[in-house]
């Protein structure tokens, strides 16, 4: 069975201390890792897609990288606006059916940057 | 706002009650997607549309969730008998496929349902 293992499930940094999350997957066959910053009562809000070992993808403060066991959230110097919960879902194949729709999460790491 | 619209918001229900969920998604994906996520937890696949078409639908849909995108836009989850039980956050997500890979799929504010 497709599964994803997140952690820390929660992380307290102060402003400026840079850290990193992390993804652990179990998949049949991986068709993509996405990264995905939930706010409070929000939907998931799109961050990243990485589809093969080796990928980094940037934006702002984060970076995400994939090997083929597991994917890094890299946070340089947060900030305060940077508190959320990180989630990680991996899509897979489902063999000679054909990849899946479906994303696979993992539970998430609430990340919480004190000013 | 072109993002993906969901309404309503907030439901409370009774127990044994029906309620339905409607999904706006982004205009050009044909790709429509529901989950559903409780407290401390990702969120979990329900079902999946391309167009107007079902074509994956997960175990957790037990006979009393239904959904349907009748004409390939929108999209309605009804949950007959609610239970409390159902008591989540319902999110809808859209994206379309681009080459062998789809894009990204985006995600509504949720439905916030509550069975009392």
Known sequence: EDQVTQSPEALRLQEGESSSLNCS???SGLRGLFWYRQDPGKGPEFLFTLY???EEKEKERLKATLTKKESFLHITAPKPEDSATYLCAVQTERGIQGGSEKLVFGKGTKLTVNP | DTGVSQNPRHKITK???????RC???????RLYWYRQTLGQ?????TYFQNEAQLEKSRLLSDRFSAERPKGSFSTLEIQRTEQGDSAMYLCASSSRVGVRRTEAFFGQGTRLTVV
């Open chain 1, 25 to 27: 997957y179990t998949v």
């Open chain 1, 52 to 54: 093969s070992a080796g």
């Open chain 2, 15 to 21: 127990r044994g009650q029906n309620v339905t969920f």
């Open chain 2, 42 to 46: 990702g969120p979990e696949f329900l």
């Open chain 2, 24 to 30: 706006d998604p982004i205009s050009e994906h044909n």
